[in-house]
């Protein structure tokens, strides 16, 4: 939907990075007036909620620098170039929790922080889990701790903020939405 | 928690904007090597979910220039300097709506994209509505229309992505989760 569209007069690149990429647009407004925005380029990411043969979800623990400090999310990752959103899921599942799934099922896909970033993300559920005797590697700059929970448990941990994540507060409601568990 | 903490060996500003600054650090990883973050630094935002008397929610439609489309979303605003989220939250409840409430509730808060960002998103429940005679008007460069939805045409809304903004569909299901309506 383009209702109110901003139309774009001229666009400054500030900055390319390997993740992001930063812009500042000069727009023209509805009314015909102008005003600037400062946006975020992101490939897109994709998070997998990942469910045991015991029924319950695999949890990463990560530090996160823009937090300086470690959370608890879903396994994630950034959709590399020209690769589907599938395989970046079983690859980030793979590299973070050892496990590989025989199931794996597209859920939802939603927007992060849409005032400043177009970073969309895509949740998927695996099911009929394996454990792999040689995972792959996880990048080497990562470092990772994983952590088992009920759905009862997830909720508990989603209404005290010990998760306090978009998209892993996202997923664990969606599984009670849907009764997915 | 500081578990696999990154410590910051640089820290180069890149830009600083009306709404976010871009920094990149170069980092010492938990096994000594080194690494650089692309890191967004964000005031931090509070987005308010309003229900009338009509235990209606009340959400806005705007354009997001980031998408490049209008999107579905609770009210929501960024922090600004030295200001508390609760005038915050009102300020931007009176703006987008043109309502006032009575009774605000802290229900919580969620990093939105802790890969890349330290944006941090309060959520309040607005209740006891009053429509303002004369509402405070939108910022120069905001054009919103407004739209009221039972819980349940929410829900359906979430299920079939006509509403897929993090803090929105988050707020849509804690609402649930919490049976706040």
């Given at each position: 939907m383009k209702k109110y569209e901003e139309k774009t007069i001229k666009t400054e690149k500030i900055f390319e990075g390997k993740v992001i990429k930063l812009q500042v647009d000069d727009v023209q407004l509805p009314n015909g007036k102008k005003s600037k925005r400062e946006l975020i380029k992101h490939p897109g990411a994709v998070a997998v909620i990942p469910i045991t043969d015991e029924k319950k979800i695999i949890f990463v623990e990560q530090y996160r620098k823009p937090?300086?400090?470690s959370i608890i999310e879903i396994p994630a990752g950034k959709l590399e170039c020209g690769e589907s959103p599938e395989i970046t899921a079983?690859?980030?599942?793979e590299e973070e929790t050892g496990y590989t799934a025989k199931t794996l099922t597209k859920l939802t896909s939603f927007y992060t922080s849409p005032g400043f970033a177009d970073e969309l993300m895509h949740i998927y559920l695996a099911t009929d889990l394996q454990k792999l005797d040689q995972p792959p590697a996880l990048d080497?700059?990562?470092f990772i701790d994983i952590l088992e929970l009920t759905l009862d448990e997830?909720?508990?941990?989603?209404?005290?903020e010990r998760i306090h994540d978009a998209k892993t507060n996202y997923a664990v409601l969606y599984l009670e939405l849907q009764e997915l568990l």
């Open positions: 937090l300086e400090k079983i690859r980030e599942l080497e700059d990562e997830a909720k508990q941990y989603v209404k005290n």
